[in-house]
């Protein structure tokens, strides 16, 4: 029975060693051929053109401004709702709230992507005056929905691991519950609570359709200081999702440079996320 | 325990190895159909291609999509059966003794929002517009209201179609790009201002699908050639070079009508 499960353990490491193999494998003449530096820092995507150009700046821009801003909507978000459904909430609704985090979880990424396309598109379009919607900050809207069930799930598990003893005691002392959520509570829950965090961060980065749904997917560069937030932008991982099915050539292999480096940030995410799980463990 | 699952094994891989031995002396005896050509046919050919095979089991049917050009350059040096182009073959192509069959007519409707004025464009002003030089909607006659181009992904057979057919290849200032014909249709109902492009079998109520030049587009329209945005899709064969038996049942299997719904279902309108 010891070598059942032995090869099942060889084989999920086999999976990812065989993904990383030809990640590397395919990923790499591409860059060769293109050159490292016109290939990461190139500002112009046009791989189809007569002369093709592969710059990829422009999604791993777009990636991390969508990223940070999924994030920056999301976190307070979902660390306030985590304490009050760990810490607050009476039994029911916690049941209840529980509940539709799950189920914004077990959400298909596309029907996101549907729901931006018909509700955020067109309200962003009408609320700013617009004349289309489909942009960055669409993409951030629908993406800090996605990463919710991520931080608030893990937060309320890490916040729920509190010894009842801290917070009995700090109540003992004369706080009061919000005190004591907040100033007890919270730090002794902040590795878990930093996981939750980048696992988020892991999610956004690595959503593909629901953001090609909603954020044009034009190769523009964003920028954000002349109005970047409202156009239209292509990610990492649209960018090797829209034009893959019919690629051919140089193009396809660019395709699967994008890939390796969109598989190299996942890696420092999980890097990262690695390292604050061990420090919080040690403690 | 251990000598059962290599019996076990043994006795599969035998079958296997039977299994491939006997349909690989059948693709021997059988025979085989090669295309080579248009990426944008590969949906049509595709689908016939696989009706074609299930009629007939013995013969093998391989599409190489490699673009209009190699597809008949590779007709031309003999190295497949059915070249396949989707545009009409040049004077000098048929002057070198290649022959065109049009199996089918690739119509793209140009859509707007149903609550958009406009019913009608010449290919002129729609060029102008994709490529940036018109930016309002009253330039040609409608509301005071920036145009939004929606389009296709690079690599679109679609796109490729519509930017060839108006002429404004790599020149087109995209808002959107978009990966499916549904989601351009989805798109432009939601938009007032947008106007995109789909294949003509796609267009749903939801969106206005314009009058090019005058024309309405329609099945009809597109087949007698008055519809200014369509292009043929061609099967190209070589003058006073006989098909092998396989290759003439599957072109007339093509060009007959029983193939037309199939041609239909896979987006293109039948010529026969």
């Known amino acids: 029975m010891h070598g059942v499960f032995l090869a099942c353990g060889l084989l999920t490491i086999g999976f990812v060693l065989l993904i990383t193999v030809y990640l590397v494998v395919s990923g790499i003449p591409a860059i060769h051929r293109i050159g490292f530096f016109k290939f990461m820092f190139g500002t112009k995507w046009a791989s189809t053109a007569a002369e093709p150009s592969f710059g990829i700046l422009p999604f791993i821009l777009t990636s991390i401004y969508g990223t940070a801003g999924a994030m920056l909507l999301g976190i307070p978000l979902g660390f306030f709702t985590a304490v009050y459904i760990s810490k607050f909430a009476p039994k029911a609704v916690r049941n209840v709230l529980m509940g539709a985090v799950e189920l914004l979880a077990g959400i298909p990424s596309v029907v996101y992507g549907l729901v931006g396309m018909l509700v955020i598109v067109p309200g962003i379009r009408t609320v700013f005056g617009l004349p289309d919607g489909a942009s960055l900050l669409a993409a951030i809207i629908v993406l800090s929905i996605m990463v919710l069930p991520s931080i608030v799930k893990v937060s309320v598990n890490a916040l729920d691991a509190v010894p009842r003893e801290y917070e009995d005691a700090s109540l003992a002392l004369g706080a009061n519950e919000v005190e004591t959520a907040f100033r007890v509570a919270v730090p002794a829950a902040r590795s878990g609570i930093a996981a939750s965090v980048v696992m988020g961060v892991g999610r956004a980065i690595g959503e593909a359709m629901a953001v090609m749904m909603v954020s044009g997917n034009v190769a523009n560069m964003p920028l954000l200081s002349k109005g970047g937030l409202f156009e239209s932008v292509r990610f990492l991982t649209t960018a090797v999702a829209s034009e893959m099915a019919y690629s051919a050539g140089l193009q396809r292999q660019a395709l699967f440079s994008i890939a390796l480096v969109l598989y190299l940030f996942i890696l420092l995410v999980n890097a990262i996320l690695n390292s604050i799980l061990k420090k919080g463990g040690g403690k | 325990m251990k000598k059962k699952v290599a019996l076990v094994l043994m006795v599969v891989l035998a079958m296997a190895m039977a299994f491939a031995t006997g349909s690989s002396e059948k693709s021997a005896n059988g025979s085989s159909v090669s295309t080579d ?58 002057a070198q003794g290649l022959v065109e069959t049009v199996l089918a007519y690739d119509g793209i409707a140009l859509i707007v929002n149903p609550n958009n004025p406009i019913d009608e464009l010449d290919v002129d002003t729609i060029a102008k517009m994709f490529k940036g030089e018109i930016t309002n909607w009253k330039e040609v006659g409608g509301d005071d209201a920036g145009i939004v181009l929606i389009g296709r992904e690079a690599g679109s057979g679609t796109r490729d179609g519509f930017e060839s057919i108006t002429k404004t290849v790599d020149a087109c200032l995209y808002r959107q790009e978009l990966t499916s014909t549904g989601d351009v249709i989805t798109t432009v109902s939601q938009n007032p201002y947008a106007i995109g492009y789909a294949s003509l079998a796609a267009i749903k109520d939801t969106v206005k699908a314009l009058a090019v030049n005058g024309v309405e587009p329609s099945e009809e329209t597109v087949k007698d050639g008055s519809y200014a945005i369509q292009r043929p899709f061609v099967l190209v064969t070589k003058q006073g070079v006989a098909l092998s038996s396989a290759a003439q049942m599957f072109f007339e299997y093509a060009t007959s009508s029983e193939a037309a719904p199939i041609i239909g279902a896979a987006g293109a309108v039948a010529a026969n």
């Open chain 2, 37 to 94: 050509g248009s990426t944008s046919m590969e949906k049509v050919i595709g689908a016939l291609g696989e009706s074609f095979m299930q009629q007939h089991s013995s013969i093998t049917f391989t599409y190489n999509p490699t673009g209009s050009g190699s597809g008949i350059k590779a007709v031309l040096e003999g190295r497949c059966d059915i070249g396949l182009s989707s545009r009409a073959l040049k004077e000098e192509e048929k």
